[in-house]
């Protein structure tokens, strides 16, 4: 009778394979002994690994350090890549099948809500991750030499992803789609000079640059295919070379942590195989529980088939540009839209060239060490989420403010009626600010008493009020706008700069004061707005500038 | 705990996936349809008993291609499809499995048809609130509640139609419908249409007076973003357009449409709207019930409703008889030729019917559009004729600073002519009471 052979134990079976000239041709290095040089071959010889360093320093394990927000970022890139490619199997870019083939995913396709959904919730868990990575690498100082250009590349990427995520949010074809692609590239025609609707207009509406973004005047179906394709070819190809960049010179710059004193040696560095690789799994397990257990709670968002002649009441542009949307209360689109955002993304470029200590608070939160840069940046994010805070929830019909437990059936009242400043007027209030905010805090002492300072400045607002009032015919809500917004301005733009920036050299002071004078002059729009109900400040209409 | 966040992540993440799937595999039409096939089963033997057995459990669609439509309806009504049920009929008496009642299907071959064309909702779904159910009762709603999960399908405007509603899709295609045991509730709103005076302000396809909105063009193709339903009272699930079209004869138009005659929220004063409020009895017989009858505006809604646009093609169109025109008709007086002059032109809107009195005129000076038959007899007949051809432009306020009157006499010179003029000056000297001589 046939016998079978007996088997292998599963030792020498194990042996037998990683030792097939099979096994060999395809992994590096034999059986795996979990020794050091084993553990830093695995890291070496894996393309995917190999762009961590084979060792790292204990210093950057901690959770609390880095909070795994960079590798987040990565990880819900590469989910919106499987998602989106999966996705693209059944969506075609026309706007008559667009919508449909929505509702197919819906209805029809297996699985297909889940991994719409799931596309749909990691595009906003990414770019909220992005902005998150970036502010902690502010906060740890891990932009400074020699990350600077490293963190210039990070500006980019997220202006990549806001704008994978802007280019994606078209595509369903449905009204919510329609309409904040329509504020969204609205804001593009008000650009300066390259827009027809902004100031020095030299371009007509057929050929601005809102017409290069749509591809007509107006949200259609050539724009719904240029979308398309920039939301699935190009803008991924840019921000994945873009990508390669940002992770080699992190891992030629070596990752941030304090400097180490030659004392010190050797460091206290551990294998990255398993210690590292072990935390990254784990983010990203978590992670995908996360985003896959809300994708199976709640579908993505599917309005009514798009339709540009019926407007909803009020049209948001996406989340992460409401905050912009609702500066368009106090200013026109060209510069809520425009010379904003790139102020924005030019002053993020410019900070670690900016910043006069190139050793100082690397490696650790360290608020008391760099006070001037923490303030001011903690207070421009803190300007920016609350701005998107009240465009996305406090926002309603006719963009008045409802209250979130408000019914946005109950007809509000038109706002005041506003005025603007005479042209002379105008030119000299804005030279006063900007020629006086650079001289104030220039006067005085940096060393003052905190408490004291910040009481006597109570007191003349209290005491500036009852003079208003009793000399004008102002409200007690106006003086109250007028208080809160003359006291931010007397903190941040008088007291902070005082005690921490005059002391720079020229050079610095102005250019960093400047900044700061622009970031402020937002929040003081808003104060004259409500306080005095003025419309603009200096309005030249001949070339359509107003501020 | 590095260990434990791993097993508890993969454990978690594996169950997700499963729960995923599962929700996938087992979707909630499965269930009615294998239902289906085991009654159809039940009742056979042998091969058929086999083959009805082994029908695959799929999305069942009508590609419904001449009208744009995909209906998958039948994925869930079996009796209707006519592949797992050839003849169209069965005995199942329960939804989702019954047939389709009466013989419609026989006329209307449901592989062409398909279903949203005249039930309305989303054929595309495949789940009962995606699908835009709408209950016939509040028992129902209830019942569907429990049931189903009911509420109305989210960002679909246009849920699925009740009787007699649905008649209003009947008209869509039926130019004949006026003739049509199946269509008296659209027949019976068309004739209100007429008699109320709604084409005095109102169009219908444009034709009509120039006051207010087209009725077939732009009122049954409201999209909801524009109806502002602060003052309708209807909660959020029952904001629709059938409630608003419907509404605006149960309620006081004035309550409906406010306008802002004090200035509060707008710069200008706007009058709230100009229609009347039906649910009033007429000048006409003061002492009968409202003018406009529950039934009444239920048939007025179903009529409305059959203007909404969709897209079909030409042949389907069944020629209905066309309209009369005046020298078609044949009248037994020169009185009764100029009623239905009065009637046709919609003067009716303003002055009420048979002209016994006038309707309210927000912040008109006397609030209320003149009663012919009290007015008429102060002119000779070609002063009235003059002002009828001319025309009345509103100049005269209550509160002079208050807003514009809705409503106005429009000039009829280029539409009421010749021996319709003259019928409709017999007509209103004929009732005009005489004036007492001083």
């Known amino acids: ?547 | 705990m590095i260990r434990k966040l791993f097993i508890w992540g993969n454990v978690l993440l594996f169950l997700f996936f499963l729960i995923a799937i599962a929700k996938d595999t087992f979707r909630p039409w499965m269930p009615y349809q294998r239902n289906y096939r085991r009654m159809q089963a039940d009742a056979e033997t042998g091969d058929t008993q086999k083959a009805i057995l082994s029908r695959p459990i799929e999305i069942k669609q009508v590609l419904a291609t001449d009208l744009g439509q995909v209906d998958r309806c039948i994925t869930c009504h079996q009796g209707m499809d006519n592949i797992a049920t050839p003849s169209l009929t069965n005995n199942f008496t329960e939804n989702p499995y019954k047939s389709h009642p009466g013989d419609y299907l026989q006329n209307h071959a449901p592989d062409k048809y398909g279903c949203v064309i005249c039930h309305g909702g989303q054929g595309i779904a495949t789940d009962f609130v995606g699908a835009g159910h709408t209950p016939h009762s509040e028992a129902q709603k209830e019942e569907w509640r429990r049931k189903y999960g009911w509420h109305p399908a989210e960002h679909w405007e246009h849920p699925m139609l009740t009787q007699p509603y649905i008649q209003g899709s009947c008209v869509k295609c039926h130019g004949n419908f006026e003739s049509m045991p199946e269509t008296q509730a659209a027949a019976q709103g068309k004739h209100l249409m007429e008699t109320h005076g709604c084409l005095g302000c109102h169009q219908w396809h444009g034709w009509g007076g120039p006051i207010s909105v087209d009725l077939a063009e732009e009122t049954a193709n409201k999209p909801l973003t524009r109806i502002d339903f602060s003052h309708s009272g209807l909660d959020a699930e029952d904001r629709t357009l059938l409630n608003w079209i419907q509404l605006h004869f149960l309620k006081d138009p004035w309550e409906l449409n406010p306008g802002d005659p004090k200035a509060l929220v707008n710069t200008e004063p706007i009058a709230p709207s100009g229609m009347q409020n039906f649910a009033l009895p007429s000048a006409a017989s003061p002492d009968a019930g409202p003018e406009l009858s529950q039934d009444d505006a239920v048939a007025l809604t179903t009529y409305i409703l059959s203007a909404q646009s969709a897209s079909i093609p030409h042949a389907y169109y069944v020629e209905g008889p066309p309209e009369k025109t005046f020298e078609q008709m044949h009248f037994s007086s020169r009185i009764q030729a100029g009623k239905w002059v009065y009637d046709k032109y919609g003067c009716a809107a303003c002055h009420g019917l048979g002209a016994k009195g006038g309707r309210r005129n927000f912040n008109y000076l006397g609030l209320y559009e003149p009663a012919l038959v009290k007015s008429v007899s102060n002119y000779t007949r070609d002063e009235l004729r003059k002002k009828i051809q001319d025309g009345v432009a509103v100049l005269n306020k209550e509160d002079p600073k208050g807003p514009t009157p809705p409503l106005y006499m429009p000039s009829w010179k280029d539409k009421i002519k010749g021996d319709e003029m003259e019928s409709l000056l017999d007509y209103l000297f004929s009732i005009a009471e005489k004036q007492e001589e001083f």
Not at chain 1, 344 to 369: C, H, N, S, T, W
Not at chain 1, 484 to 498: A, D, I, K, M
């Open chain 1, 1 to 547: 009778m046939f016998k079978l052979p007996p088997l292998p134990k599963p030792e020498e079976l194990k042996k037998k394979i990683i030792d097939s000239q099979i096994w060999r041709s395809m992994f590096r290095g034999g059986e795996w002994k979990d020794t050091p040089r084993d553990r830093a071959q695995h890291i070496l010889g894996n393309v995917w690994l190999h762009l961590q360093p084979s060792r790292v320093r204990k210093h950057g394990l901690k959770t609390t350090y880095t909070f795994g927000l960079g590798g987040l970022s990565f990880f819900l890139f590469l989910i919106l890549t499987v998602t989106g490619v999966l996705l693209m199997f059944y969506y075609r870019p026309t706007v008559d099948l667009a919508y449909r083939d929505m509702k197919d995913l819906e209805y029809a396709v297996s699985m297909g809500s889940f991994i719409r959904a799931m596309h749909r919730w990691s595009a906003h868990a990414m770019v909220l991750i992005v902005i998150l990575h970036m502010v902690r690498v502010f906060l740890t100082g891990s932009y400074k030499t020699p990350r600077e250009f490293n963190w210039v590349i990070g500006v980019v990427l997220l202006v990549m992803t806001l704008l994978l995520s802007f280019t994606g949010y078209l595509l369903p074809w449905d009204q919510l789609a329609l309409w904040a692609v329509t504020v969204g590239t609205n804001m593009a025609a008000a650009s300066p000079m390259l827009g027809a609707e902004g100031p020095f207009a030299m371009l007509g509406r057929n050929n601005d640059v809102r017409f290069v973004l749509l591809g007509g005047k107006a949200v259609g179906a050539n724009t719904l295919l240029r979308f398309y394709v920039l939301h699935c070819v190009f803008v991924p190809l840019v921000a994945g070379a873009l990508m390669i960049v940002h992770f080699w010179r992190v891992r030629k710059d070596t990752f941030s942590g304090p400097i180490i004193k030659p004392e010190e040696l050797p460091h206290d560095k551990v294998d990255t195989w398993p210690h590292l690789i072990v935390r990254e799994y784990i983010g990203a397990l978590l992670c995908m529980v996360f985003i896959s257990g809300w994708s199976l709670l709640i579908k993505a968002p599917l309005e009514e088939m798009a339709n540009p002649t019926v407007t909803p009441n009020p049209s948001k542009a996406p989340w992460y540009f409401t905050g912009l949307q609702e500066l368009l209360v106090y200013f026109d689109p060209w510069i809520a839209g425009v010379v904003l955002p790139t102020l924005i993304m030019m002053g993020l470029m410019a900070i670690p060239y900016l910043d006069p200590d190139k050793q100082k608070g690397v490696g650790r939160y360290a608020f008391k060490e760099r006070p001037l840069a923490m303030t001011y940046f903690l207070f421009g994010i803190g300007m920016w989420f609350t701005l998107i805070f009240i465009g996305s929830f406090l926002r309603g019909p006719n963009w008045d403010i409802y209250w979130p437990w408000e019914s946005w059936l109950i007809h509000k009242p038109p706002p005041p009626r506003t005025w603007s400043l005479p042209i002379v007027w105008g030119l000299a209030v804005v030279g006063a600010y900007f020629v006086i905010g650079m001289v104030l805090p220039k006067l005085g002492k940096p060393d003052f008493e905190w408490k004291a300072a910040l009481r006597n400045g109570l007191m003349g607002a209290i005491g500036a009020l009852a003079l208003l009032k009793i000399g004008t015919h102002l409200t007690w809500e106006q003086l109250g706008y007028i208080a809160f917004f003359g006291y931010v301005y007397y903190v941040f733009g008088v007291l902070v700069p005082r005690r921490h920036l005059a002391t720079q050299t020229i050079g610095r002071y102005t250019t960093t004061m400047v900044l700061v004078l622009f970031m402020l002059g937002v929040l003081m729009k808003m104060g004259v707005r409500h306080g005095f109900h003025i419309k603009y400040i200096l309005t030249i209409p001949q070339v359509n500038f107003n501020i």
